[in-house]
């Protein structure tokens, strides 16, 4: 065989298996969005904004794992996407041709890259560096909007695919498997599930959960911060920095706050403990979320705002939680785990609140293998076909409910109050009363939790009569309400009784309903003392902080971002008159002709 022959049947087979993959991903995978053909215009217009390169055929554009990856677009030639595999191999997940572009998720972040991407033959690639990738985001909002659907399909694809090369392997019900598996989903990392069941335990069962990396590395039972560092998935902010808004908690009141931000030009850092989605992307589904008729999940919406949030080129830092903020000059440092600072001119805690627990002997053991904070597609998996307990009043016990009688032989509502009226929406109340696979303990409470290694049965009693109910049940959903993350806050702004932080005017700090009682550090969402728990108020007080805060750098920096034609000009001669400073506007980067 010649040597042409000899490629010509390798691409082919090159493109079969890549066409396999993706008819794999099923009819509602959108392949027209994830692997779009730029129009002559957009090239045209690309050509701005890059370099044209040529590449000799086989040359690796990047690397799995390389982080901050530019965007080729293929101007000639043709580029392949390799998906690496447990197996060592790797396969092709698309061939990217004239007119198509490289780069999914991560092409936004600065994670490390879940796919390698090589030429097929000598190629011409118009080049696009990461800033100059902002700069169009920012300007050319049509090839904006296909590039980040193009990031969101790649990704999903990819994931479908379940080919990162990374295989999670544990104990099916450990709660640190379960631990593990959260992270993985939550951060969209394209991972592989090995269930051992409890028949198949050995020797070597102590040492798992284990996560065996594409390099053939296994990681023991590793903490979220070491797996998050070794897959790439840690970012971590500039410690020269100083930005200008730093965001504390990914929730929806972080990322809208970091949308808002970052859009209207602040150099914004979101600082994020665990993963994107806050409580709402413990949500399976969120029905009273304007615009959305048919509901959408915690996690689909988390996914979005943070992919909008890159868009406008926000800085996340994931994996590291705050532990400590003080006030130097005017200039707020954050002191992360393990010591990282990040220093900011406005900080925003959006760091929401965690489940509560009930308070029985046992508790501790069953979590994660028996007791539950969510009820997802993740754990919905444990309760096919069997009775399970929803626990508490609110519209997240609610939900969670109508959810699982989806899945679950019948559901145990437990409520202590007299009734849901009080507490759960009307929408929800309807829905529970017409189903026949709830029945509804008002007035009761768990009093007993027993099992072996996971939990196996379960009394409760009514408080009113005393009578005692047990049931043979290893599935416990705990939905009694959450207490706020603001223990890192303790001794700086003032807390209410609850550990809530005290805001706005009503507390007698600033004149902003969002602001703290320390200056330049406001509080908004479910962390914010009489909030409404809720995604919507949540998002409304996210986005709507981030005008006090133009207010405060304005107020402070006596240098206003702003065109010379802006309302902010003639405020500017009002502060430079007053301190008597020869003080000039300064044009922020972001603004056109500065
Ligand atoms: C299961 C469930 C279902 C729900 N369903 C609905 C619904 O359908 N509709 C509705 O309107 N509301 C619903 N809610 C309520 C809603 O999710 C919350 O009101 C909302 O998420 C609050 O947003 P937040 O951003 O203020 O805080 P959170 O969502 O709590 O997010 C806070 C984030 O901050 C991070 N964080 C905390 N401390 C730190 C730190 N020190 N450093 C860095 N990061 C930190 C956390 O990891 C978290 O990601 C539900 C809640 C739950 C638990």
């Known amino acids: 065989m010649n040597n042409l022959n000899e490629q010509t049947q390798l691409d082919t087979a090159a493109e079969t298996i890549a066409e396999t993959l993706l008819k794999s991903l099923g009819a509602e995978f959108r392949s027209e969005l994830a692997f779009p053909e730029l129009t002559e215009d957009m090239i045209e217009r690309l050509r701005g904004y890059g370099e044209q390169v040529p590449f000799p055929a086989n040359a690796t554009l990047y690397a799995h794992g390389d982080r901050k990856i530019d965007m080729f677009v293929v101007l000639e030639g043709e580029v392949d996407i390799f998906l690496p595999s447990a197996e060592g191999d790797a396969k092709i997940y698309v061939r990217h041709r004239k007119n198509n572009v490289t780069g999914e998720f991560n092409l936004l972040n600065s994670q490390g890259a879940v796919v390698e991407a090589r030429t097929v ?8 560096s990461r800033t100059q990738l902002r700069r169009l985001m920012r300007t050319e909002g049509d090839i904006a909007n296909v590039i980040v659907a193009a990031c969101i399909w790649r990704r999903i694809g990819i994931l479908k695919a379940a080919s990162s090369g990374v295989v999670l392997k544990g104990l099916h019900g450990d709660p640190k498997m379960m631990l593990l598996q959260r992270f993985f989903v939550r951060n969209n990392y394209p991972h592989r599930i090995v269930d051992v069941s409890v028949d198949e335990r050995d020797n070597n069962s102590a040492s798992l959960p284990v996560v065996v990396l594409s390099d053939g590395r296994s990681l023991r039972r590793p903490s979220v911060a070491q797996l998050a560092d070794e897959l790439g ?9 100083i930005c200008d808004v730093a965001v504390v908690g990914a929730g929806p009141a972080g990322l809208a706050a970091g949308v808002y931000a970052a859009s209207e030009g602040l150099c ?6 665990i993963a994107p989605g806050g409580q709402a992307g413990a949500s399976s589904k969120i029905e009273n979320y304007l615009g959305f008729p048919a509901g959408i999940s915690g996690q689909q919406l988390a996914t979005r705002a943070q992919l909008q949030a890159l868009k406008f080129g926000v800085q996340f830092a994931i994996s590291r939680e705050v532990i400590a903020i003080k006030q130097v000059n005017g200039i707020h440092k954050l002191t ?20 509560r627990k009930l308070d ?3 508790y501790v053991k069953y979590e994660n293998c028996g007791l539950y904070y969510a009820a997802t597609a993740m754990e919905a998996v444990l309760c096919r076909d069997q009775e399970v307990i929803v626990v508490g009043g609110g519209n997240s016990a609610g939900q969670a409910s109508l959810y699982l009688s989806g899945v679950a032989k019948h559901v145990h509502h437990i409520v202590r109050g007299p009734s849901f009226a009080e507490t759960m929406s009307q ?31 379960v009394t409760w009693v009514n408080l009113n009569t005393g009578e005692r109910t047990i049931r043979d049940i290893s599935t416990v959903f705990v939905m009694i309400g959450a207490e706020p993350n603001t223990g890192w806050l303790f001794g700086t702004v003032r807390l209410d009784k609850k550990g809530f932080i005290l805001t706005g005017n009503a507390a007698g700090f600033d004149n902003s309903p969002y602001a703290t009682s320390m200056s330049g550090i406001y509080a908004v969402g479910d962390a914010r003392a009489n909030s409404v728990k809720r995604v919507a108020s949540a998002v409304g007080e996210g986005s709507v902080v981030i005008s006090y805060i133009h207010r405060y750098l304005a107020d402070h920096r006596h240098e206003f971002s702003a065109q ?31």
């Open 121 to 128: 033959f000598p190629s011409t690639l118009l080049r696009i």
């Open 233 to 241: 998935i840690t970012e971590l902010p500039d410690p020269e920095m």
């Open 268 to 273: 914004t850092t979101v600082i994020e403990g």
């Open 336 to 355: 992360l785990q393990d010591g990282i600072q990040v220093c900011a001119r406005t900080v925003v805690v959006a760091s929401g609140a965690r489940y």
């Open 360 to 362: 029985l002997d046992n």
């Open 427 to 457: 929408y929800l109340i309807s829905r529970i009363k017409n189903s026949s696979h709830m029945t509804v303990y008002t007035q009761s409470e768990i009093v007993a939790l027993e099992g072996d290694s996971s939990l196996r049965r």
């Open 564 to 594: 010379p034609n802006s309302t902010l000009a003639p405020l500017h001669s009002v502060a430079a008159a007053t301190a008597g400073v020869n003080a000039q506007i300064v044009l922020h980067p972001s603004f056109p002709g500065a």
